[in-house]
Structure formats: structure tokens, C-alpha cells
């Protein structure tokens, strides 16, 4: 799903939330919930120009989880030729533990898929536990490791690999 459709991404996600999300591409205006986000997430942010580079990209895809006005999740892949990377996801802290970032990978996959990627590729940090175990529920295997990877605090990347059918 792409290029502004909406959906619902009720399928996994709790009773409570389920009928007031929407999954739809991220615009400009998206651009604050997104960047709080992402602080709230990282200690090593994407700057707001990065985020604001990827907007209507036709490389990407940009998808953001609205419930009612706000923002609660984000994912970015990129794509080129027949590969795919996962970039960024993440969930607000409130909002986490509820299925929402298993849909939203789970939406990354199915849109990596028709857009012709035959692999998706991802970046996680050694200690991120939570991460870790969303992509191995999704099929992802350890590929390489990139020594040193990330600032604050210095750190591994795996680097992660699923294959499409
Ligand atoms: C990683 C992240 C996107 C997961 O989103 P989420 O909505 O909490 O994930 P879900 O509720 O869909 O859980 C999916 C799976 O992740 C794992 N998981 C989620 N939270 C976990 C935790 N605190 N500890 C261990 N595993 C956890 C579980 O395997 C879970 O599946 P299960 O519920 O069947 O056990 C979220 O924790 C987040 O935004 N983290 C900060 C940003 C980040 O680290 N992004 C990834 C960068 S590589």
C-alpha cells in the first residue's frame, strides 16, 4: 500500500486502539509527530531534513500510524532495484507492546513485495532486545555486523537480511 491510500491496521492491534487507526503516507505536515518521535526513540536522531527528504519520494516508502490526530508510529524503506531497506521504524513510547510496529513491519514486507524487492535489508543495534525480536518474528537473519556503527553510545550494528518470496 502506497502513494496516500488508507487503511486500517486493526488486524493485531488491541480492541482499544484498533478503531481509531489509520495507516496512510507521511505529507510535511507529519514532519513534527514524526520528529518527536524519532527523539523519543533514539539517542542518535534523524535530523528533521533527513525525514523531510524522504516525503513523495517515488524510492520510498513512508508510511505513518495515525490514531485520530496524532502520530503514534512511523517506518521508512527505501528502495532500489530489487532490494529493499528498512531505515527507520519506530513507536511512540506510549504506544508500544501493541502490535503496532509488528503491522507496520508487516505492511514494509508487503509493500517490498510488490514493489519487486526479492530482499530487505535493516541495521539494529546489538543491545536493542525489542527490535531484535520483531524482525526474528518476521524472518529476519543475522547477515554481518558493522564494528562500531553507532554514536551515543558507540555500538555493533547487525546487520539484518530477510528474503522475499
Ligand atoms: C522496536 C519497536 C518498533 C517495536 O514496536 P512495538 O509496537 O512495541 O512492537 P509490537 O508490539 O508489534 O511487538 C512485536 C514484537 O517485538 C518484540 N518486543 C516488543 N517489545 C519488546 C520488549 N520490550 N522486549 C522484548 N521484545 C519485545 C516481541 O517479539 C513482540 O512480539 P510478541 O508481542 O508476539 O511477543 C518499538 O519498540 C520502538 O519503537 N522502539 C524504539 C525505536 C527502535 O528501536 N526502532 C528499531 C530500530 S532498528
Not at 21 to 30: E, W
Not at 56 to 68: C, I, L, Q, S, T
Amino acid at each position: 500500500m502506497g502513494g496516500g491510500a488508507r487503511a486500517s491496521v486493526a488486524g493485531g492491534v488491541s480492541d482499544a486502539l484498533a478503531g481509531a487507526l489509520t495507516l496512510r503516507a507521511a505529507s510535511d505536515g507529519d514532519l513534527d509527530a514524526v520528529v518527536a518521535i524519532e527523539r523519543g526513540s533514539f539517542s542518535d536522531p534523524w535530523s528533521r531534513g533527513s525525514f523531510g527528504s524522504l516525503v513523495g519520494a517515488a524510492h520510498v516508502y513512508f508510511p505513518v500510524v495515525a490514531e485520530g490526530a496524532s502520530i503514534v508510529a512511523f517506518a521508512i524503506a527505501i528502495f532500489a532495484a530489487d532490494e529493499g531497506e528498512l531505515a527507520n521504524i519506530a513507536v511512540t513510547p506510549a504506544g508500544r507492546g501493541r502490535g503496532l510496529g509488528s503491522r507496520l513491519l508487516d505492511e514494509v514486507l508487503s509493500v517490498a513485495l510488490a514493489r519487486g524487492a526479492r530482499t530487505v535489508w535493516l541495521e539494529v543495534r546489538e543491545s536493542n532486545v525489542a527490535a531484535r525480536a520483531l524482525y526474528g518474528s518476521r524472518g529476519f537473519m543475522q547477515a554481518g555486523r558493522r564494528k562500531r556503527y553507532y554514536d551515543d553510545p558507540v555500538e555493533d550494528a547487525l546487520v539484518l537480511r530477510r528474503t522475499l518470496p
